[in-house]
């Protein structure tokens, strides 16, 4: 059991008109998209702050810097992809994550299968072992009121 480690990812991005809303690696089609330096994937942050944390690496804004042009707009596929090859450099491999996001509209359920499938392939690990949950926050609060969007994750890793 002394193998294996937990790590934990909370994130927010606004919601702005003009701007694409990237989340779990796909694009959905909304009036309003998330704000951010990179492409704002709100599910992907979170995914790769958990395995951060988990691996104790510190976090995202450690190793992709908000004031680096290099990450102006960035595929957050890519920073995620990166954060796999920095935990898997550690010796450590992905048992399974678990995941929320918080968003009032649009509606995230009907995208988890794609997003599942997305990930999958980009973390190179069965799908079987990404969750995604959604839910409102029931009109409360700037998730409710439609300003922003908030994700949680927790993420068991093991060493190999
Ligand atoms: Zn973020």
């Known amino acids: 059991m002394t193998n294996f480690r937990i790590g934990f990812g909370y994130d927010v991005h606004q919601l702005k008109e003009g701007y694409e809303f990237w989340l779990g690696g796909i694009k959905l089609e909304h009036e309003k998209g998330a704000v951010g330096h990179s492409d704002a994937d709100t599910l992907i942050h979170v995914i790769c702050d958990a395995l951060l944390g988990a691996a104790n690496l510190r976090d995202i804004g450690f190793h992709f810097s908000d004031k680096d042009p290099k990450y102006k707009g960035i595929d957050s596929k890519i920073l995620l992809k990166e954060v796999m090859a920095l935990v898997r450099k550690e ?17 995230v359920n009907p995208h988890i299968p794609e997003m599942k499938k997305c990930l999958a392939t980009v973390m190179e690990i069965p799908e079987n072992n990404i ?4 839910t409102t926050t029931e009109n409360l609060g700037f998730v409710g009121r439609q300003e922003g969007i908030s994700a949680y994750c927790v993420a068991l890793i093991y060493h190999q």
Do not use: M, R, V, W
């Open 91 to 107: 010796g450590y491999e992905i048992g399974n994550l678990d995941t929320t996001i918080c968003l009032q509209i649009p509606k």
């Open 131 to 134: 969750s995604i949950k959604a």
